[in-house]
């Protein structure tokens, strides 16, 4: 029994270290869905971007730098200013011109820009996965130190040790402050304000003088600013990337997004917990190989019977 609530509580580390990952790129979906209606299906392949943009950085910085936090913070900085770039323009042009278009116009534009991404990422980078491990090799060990919590005896009476790494404090500790920073910006701030009003109703926001074009932009912009963060997190977590990294990782987000209520800043984070923990935990218990099949089986069990989602609320039509 000692080694079973060990064993729990080792996968349930693992389980809130890949959730988080899986929360903020899923509030990027959220955001976008919140305020203009639109999946933004190439939301994926920015987080994939931001992944690139890490091993980049990384390269570039690693050999200068010594203090290696100085040279996390330097690296999350300017993959969170580029991604967010990409973002913008993502928003600029393929986006803002269909607008007013059907849905489904905006949708097969944002399928298209997610083939086109990872096309324009493998042609630049390859075809091949990009480590990390490699480039921060004797670097990286301050975030690889363990830290001991239940130190027991499992069943055939051999020790085991459930430990969490300065890596996993690190990614939960950040989505924490993220989150906060996050909504406090939504709820406080003059933009945060232009976004709950978009949100109601982009046509009487924009008679009261909100800037729609700017609002929505900014909001695609702090979407990708959350997947940059994203992006660093996993690459510090599994230390790898290639060009279709995006597309997997991001219909884990989507599934969150939707699992916790599509426009549910809280519930994209929820969502986002639930996937990571019922990865890990069917992976730890059952078989790893069919991890993501428990994920989408609970995503349709929660379509059949919560429509809205955990924290979403029904869509009222406006007449």
């Known amino acids: 029994m000692e080694f079973q609530f060990a064993y729990f509580v080792d996968q349930l580390i693992n389980g809130v270290t890949l959730g988080s990952i899986y929360g903020l790129i899923a509030i990027g979906y959220t955001m976008v869905y919140g305020i203009i209606g639109m999946i933004n299906f190439a939301h994926g392949e920015i987080f994939m971007i931001g992944t690139f943009l890490t091993v980049i950085f990384f390269m570039l910085i690693i050999g200068t730098i010594t203090f290696f936090p100085l040279a996390v913070l330097i690296v999350l900085l300017m993959s969170v200013l580029l991604t967010s770039v990409y973002g913008w323009t993502l928003e600029r042009v393929a986006y803002r011109p269909l607008r007013g278009s059907p849905r489904l116009a905006a949708l097969i534009t944002a399928i ?25 090799e004797g670097k990286d060990d301050i975030l690889r130190v363990k830290y001991d919590l239940i130190n027991t005896l499992n069943a055939a009476g051999q ?17 924490v402050v993220v989150m906060v920073v996050f909504s406090q910006i939504i709820s406080r701030t003059a933009l945060g304000r232009s976004q709950r009003a978009c949100e109601q109703d982009r046509s009487m926001a924009a008679l009261l003088g909100i800037n729609v074009d700017k609002t929505i932009s900014m909001t695609f912009v702090m979407g990708a600013a959350l997947a940059a963060v994203a992006s660093l997190m996993f690459m510090m977590h599994v230390s790898t990337t290639d060009f279709f990294v995006g597309f997997l990782i991001g219909v884990k987000a989507f599934t969150a997004a939707v699992l916790g209520g599509i426009g549910s800043m809280p519930g994209a984070m929820l969502g986002g917990m639930i996937i990571g923990l019922v990865e890990t935990f069917f992976g730890a218990y059952f078989n790893q190989e069919y991890k993501d099949v428990a994920t989408f089986t609970l995503l349709v069990l929660v379509l059949i019977f919560r429509p809205t989602g955990i924290l979403g609320k029904p869509d009222i039509e406006k007449v």
């Open 112 to 136: 298209g820009m997610s083939i086109f991404l990872q096309n324009y990422v493998q042609l630049l980078q390859g075809a091949r996965n990009k480590p990390l491990t490699g480039i921060l």
């Open 159 to 175: 020790p085991y040790l459930v430990t969490i790494s300065n890596l996993q404090l690190l990614i939960i500790i950040l989505t």
